[in-house]
């Protein structure tokens, strides 16, 4: 299908494909169509008739025969939308929609949600895939070098995103993010290339590699991870933790997903409270999710990461239960002003305040005591003091990094203020 036939009669269905678990191939799910503002989905039968078929989430769309509604101000199912592109992806789309052009030619494209879910690559994030058949799967990927998927992103920016490789440069879309990235393979590892851009004020990658190997020694699960170079930019590897080997993935539901949420309603009405009720109902270790939550929301007080918003956390889906996914995309954003304020609620009754004493005064809401709360924050506290300057060794942060992150984004007095130490 040509660019001008997608933009001139965008899809109205796809069949969703999905890797079961411990599975190597896809299956057909079933299938997605929009009517109206709405994109109903639909389990096929042999899926349905299958020993091993399971929900793609059970609170949205259970297993069962028929036609089904998204949730309620949901224009479509959340597990479905989180296995397309944000905004980096959907805008290296309009670029190829538009022949390579951008600017205000690319700005132009308004492709559909069904158009960026065909259009993206197939080794999205999670375990789903979307196709144009149901007895055909023909995978979107290529593969080219980080050199070259890294000349691609410079050459979007320039309107010259033409060839053979912006096949390869378009497998990375439905990675998620605001920022330009692209997807890597290294034998059976696999790793997401987060790519450093011309207009960074400050070292944004470096800056994500400390905040996680920092996150590495006060025992939160990160991903591993390595700052490497390339055109003569730094580039964050991060290793894919939805593909645990032989060809096998892994269904992830968002935070988002799990709130019942679309993303305008998430990024002003997302609680922290609420997941944790979530993954008490349906996750794997519920009593163990306060802690693990709580220790979360600590780092990212400690490392000023306002950027936890509920697109990212997420969960693993196995048909039956959520566990919490190790933590990413853990960096320290820009600070205006002393005050800060994360992007989810800490408390039931909404604050958010950037804060180690808002976050004695809510432990009960995680399962903890306040000494047990206390004991959390001193020892990440401490271990980010005793252990920075090798955390920075290990990103690779120059004299001037350290000196920029340390005591502004790391361990911001702000952060201190009403809990006693500093």
């Known amino acids: 299908m040509t660019t001008s036939d997608v933009l001139a009669t965008p899809p109205t269905n796809a069949f ?43 609170p949205e769309l259970p297993l069962t025969s028929g036609w089904q509604d998204p949730r309620e101000a949901m224009g479509m199912a959340g597990c479905l939308r989180d296995a397309g592109p944000d905004s980096w992806g959907q805008r290296v789309i309009n670029v190829r ?27 999205r994030i999670g375990a789903l895939d979307f196709q144009r058949s149901a007895t055909e799967f023909v995978p979107r990927v290529a593969d080219a070098t980080l050199d070259e998927l890294h000349a691609a992103a410079q050459a979007m920016d320039r309107g010259e995103l033409t060839g053979v490789l912006d096949d390869a440069f378009v497998n990375g879309t439905a990675v998620g993010g ?20 011309s207009s960074d004020t400050y070292s944004v990658v470096k800056a994500e590699a400390v905040a996680m190997a920092l996150a590495r020694r ?10 490497i170079r ?21 269904m992830m539901i968002s935070a988002l997903t799990m709130l019942g949420f679309d993303d305008f309603l998430g990024a002003r009405y997302s609680s922290y409270v ?38 990212n ?34 408390t039931a009754d909404g604050r958010r305040a950037s804060q180690f004493a808002l ?39 120059t004299l001037d990094d350290r000196s920029y992150l340390w005591g502004r984004q790391i361990l911001n007095p702000y952060a201190f203020e009403g809990y006693g130490i500093g």
């Open 218 to 227: 006060v025992g939160i699960p990160v991903p591993a991870t390595k700052v």
């Open 178 to 197: 605001a920022r330009p990235k692209v997807l890597l393979r290294d034998g059976q590892r696999q790793w997401i290339a987060k790519l450093s851009t």
């Open 359 to 397: 976050l004695v005064e809510a432990a009960p809401e995680y399962g903890l005591t306040g000494s047990q709360a206390r004991d959390v924050i001193d020892s990440q506290v401490a271990t980010i003091r005793e252990q920075w300057a090798d955390a920075a060794d290990e990103a690779q942060l």
């Open 97 to 123: 929609l538009a022949g390579g052009r951008h600017g205000d030619v690319a700005d132009k494209i308004h492709a559909t949600k069904l158009t960026y879910l065909l259009e993206s690559g197939s080794d």
């Open 313 to 346: 956390h997420a969960a693993f889906w196995d048909g039956s239960e959520l566990e919490l996914t190790p933590a990413y995309d853990l960096c320290p954003q820009l600070r205006s002003g002393t005050e800060a304020r994360q992007a989810m609620d800490i």
């Open 16 to 58: 969703v494909w999905v890797w079961l678990p411990e599975s190597t191939e896809p299956v057909v799910a079933g299938q997605v169509r929009q009517v109206g503002d709405l994109h109903q989905f639909i389990y096929g039968r042999s899926y349905l008739d299958r020993a091993d078929a399971i929900s793609l989430y059970r």
């Open 274 to 311: 609420e997941v944790l009720d979530v993954l008490r109902r349906l996750g794997r270790d519920g009593e163990r999710a306060g802690r693990s939550l709580f220790e979360r929301i600590v780092f990212n007080v400690a490392i000023s990461n306002i950027d936890d918003h509920a697109r």
């Open 230 to 250: 390339s055109l003569g930019r730094d580039v964050l590897l991060v290793e894919r933790f939805d593909r645990p080997g032989g060809g096998r993935r892994r």
